[in-house]
Structure formats: structure tokens, C-alpha cells
């Protein structure tokens, strides 16, 4: 068993993915990780590729989220720490693993978090570049705004990390500003 890297992650997700949209939301959550690793001083790369890989059984079985994820990681012999955390982002969902650790608290937090700053980033003419915490936090209050991000799920999250949810709102908006161009989240152009 070896220790997800992000070329190996990317290498996967391209076997079992097509949907362009999966693959930004993947790129999403992995550059959110990435922030929550450096937060915690763990490994940012690592990270980055479990976060990557979250939604590796998503595209082929979306009414069975998470179900089907050991079978299509066994061939690649990814360590069971790493398979776990991937099943505890789905925690009271779709999976009955309790996220335990800093990783697996924070890709349970993260997952939903980053579709309502993706989604508040995409209204602005400067995409996420200029995004402050505060703004997200207004649409985060706002239950009618990407509806579908579960709120509760974010909030349980943070209160698991023992963070404010402030305080991950702006750890995932600096993590993701990097990946503005591969987000679809760069200035727009005029």
C-alpha cells in the first residue's frame, strides 16, 4: 500500500472520469485541502490528492455516492488511511465513517464549503481574486444561494475542527486563489 500522491490522484480520476465539471470541483477541493494542510503543518501535496480523488466513484455511481469506492481503488493499491478519509467526507450521508482526523474532519468540512465559494467567486468581475471571507460568508447566510451546498454538513465540519467557520471560509478562498484560471474563476475579461 502506498501514500496517495496528486500525479497518481489526477492519474486515477482521469480512469473513472469524463464530466468536465467533476474535475473542477475536484481541483476545488484539492486546493482547499491543500490550504487545510498547510493550516494544520501536514503534508500539503498528500492533501491536495485526497482531495483530488474524493469523488472517484461519483461519475458511474451517483445514487450510490461512496459505495463503490474501495472496489475502484483496489487495483491501485492506495493506503486504507487514505481509502477512509475519502469514505468519511460522506459521513451521515452516504457513509457511516465519523470523520476522526484533521484530514478526514477538514475533506467533510471542505467538500461543500468550496461549491459556495465557487459559486459566490463566479458572480464577481474578478473572480475569486479579490474574494474576501466576509463577502462568502454573506452568501454562505443566504440559504436561497447554492442551495444545493449543505450548510449544516459545513457547519458540523468546522465545529469538528474546532475552527469558526470564518476561519475555514478564508483558509479555502486563499487555498483556491491560485487555481483561479483551472477554477474558471480569473478575472473576467472585458
Not at 462568502?136 to 457547519?155: G, P, S, T
Amino acid at each position: 500500500m502506498s501514500k496517495l500522491t496528486l500525479e497518481k490522484a489526477k492519474e486515477i480520476l482521469a480512469a473513472t472520469t469524463t464530466e468536465a465539471h467533476l474535475f473542477v470541483h475536484a481541483q476545488a477541493v484539492s486546493a482547499a485541502m491543500g490550504a487545510m494542510a498547510a493550516y494544520f503543518g501536514q503534508d500539503v501535496q498528500h492533501w491536495q490528492a485526497i482531495g483530488w480523488l474524493h469523488d472517484v466513484d461519483y461519475e458511474k455511481y451517483p445514487e450510490e455516492h461512496l459505495q463503490h469506492t474501495e472496489e475502484l481503488l483496489a487495483p491501485y493499491e492506495i493506503d486504507a488511511g487514505d481509502v477512509r478519509a475519502i469514505l468519511a467526507h460522506g459521513w451521515g450521508h452516504c457513509t457511516d465513517t465519523e470523520p476522526l482526523t484533521p484530514l478526514e474532519k477538514s475533506l467533510f468540512t471542505v467538500d461543500e464549503l468550496t461549491g459556495i465559494i465557487h459559486a459566490a467567486a463566479r458572480m464577481r468581475p474578478l473572480g475569486i481574486t479579490d474574494l474576501e471571507a466576509r463577502s462568502a460568508m454573506k452568501k454562505f447566510k443566504d440559504k436561497k444561494f447554492a442551495a444545493k451546498c449543505d450548510r449544516a454538513v459545513i457547519l458540523k465540519g468546522a465545529e469538528l475542527l474546532g475552527l469558526p467557520i470564518e476561519q475555514v471560509m478564508e483558509l479555502c478562498i486563499e487555498g483556491m486563489k491560485p487555481f483561479a484560471a483551472e477554477l474558471g474563476l480569473a478575472p473576467k475579461e472585458v
